[in-house]
Antibody, heavy 126, light 112 residues
Framework: QVQLVQSGAELKKPGSSLKVSCKASGGTFRRYAISWVRQAPGQGLEWMGGIIPILRRPKYARKFQGRVTFSADESTSTAYMELSSLRSEDTAVYYC???????????????????WGNGTTVTVSS | DIVMTQSPDSLPVSLGERATINCKSSQSILYNSNNKNYLAWYQQKPGQPPKVLIYWASTRESGVPDRFSGSGSGTDFTLTISRVQAEDVGTYYCQQYYGAPLTFGGGTKVEI
């Protein structure tokens, strides 16, 4: 059974960058979509976008476009999320999550997420 | 973006009672060509990641107890817990995957 193991907690200064890793163990992830979802303290869930490793096609939520980069290394079954120009509002738990996707003539649809990482707590503070 | 609105925000229940959580989307999330509603329900317990309970609005994830059921179509959906158990305490979220960005409801906190 696949598990997603994320990198450890981070404390960052405003204006700096962040890179979080998400390693799949016990199974493959290349034919699934890997989404990134964040949750600010005491708040709900926010989808940042995702990547389908086998297609090497990332999809970014408009809110994060230009500030976030998703990548995947199939050789190590690891996905990465980089977020730049950090501000205090980026303080949150960041999750990676695996899910199915649909490909309709080149249009990719991300479906529900069935396996979630353990979460990476990111604190942005001066 | 599709806005998902859940009600209530908080739901106090007694053990063995029925719990009903509502979720409304700002536009239909029923895809006519396959007659599927692109909606999932998640349960999140404190300090843990979300866990999927239901997808395609009414398909129960493997291993999820059958006291959890999903219903609805188009823009109005319901998650029902037929007889609440102590371990069902947590926050429940609906999520649409009809279009990007995927969006979640604000959550409903179930308390005993």
């Amino acid at each position: 059974q696949v598990q997603l193991v994320q990198s450890g907690a981070e404390l960052k200064k405003p204006g700096s960058s962040l890179k979080v890793s998400c390693k799949a163990s016990g199974g493959t992830f290349r034919r699934y979509a890997i989404s990134w979802v964040r949750q600010a303290p005491g708040q709900g869930l926010e989808w940042m976008g995702g990547i389908i490793p086998i297609l090497r096609r990332p999809k970014y939520a408009r809110k994060f476009q230009g500030r976030v980069t998703f990548s995947a290394d199939e050789s190590t079954s690891t996905a990465y999320m980089e977020l730049s120009s950090l501000r205090s509002e980026d303080t949150a738990v960041y999750y990676c999550a695996r899910g199915d996707y649909g490909d309709y003539g080149g249009n990719i649809y991300y479906y529900n997420m069935d396996v979630w990482g353990n979460g990476t707590t990111v604190t942005v503070s001066s | 973006d599709i806005v998902m609105t859940q009600s209530p925000d908080s739901l106090p229940v007694s053990l063995g009672e029925r719990a009903t959580i509502n979720c409304k989307s700002s536009q239909s999330i029923l895809y006519n060509s396959n007659n599927k509603n692109y909606l999932a329900w998640y349960q999140q317990k404190p300090g843990q990641p979300p866990k999927v309970l239901i997808y395609w609005a009414s398909t129960r994830e493997s291993g999820v107890p059958d006291r959890f059921s999903g219903s609805g179509s188009g823009t109005d959906f319901t998650l029902t817990i037929s007889r609440v158990q102590a371990e069902d305490v947590g926050t429940y979220y609906c999520q649409q995957y009809y279009g990007a960005p995927l969006t979640f409801g604000g959550g409903t906190k179930v308390e005993i």
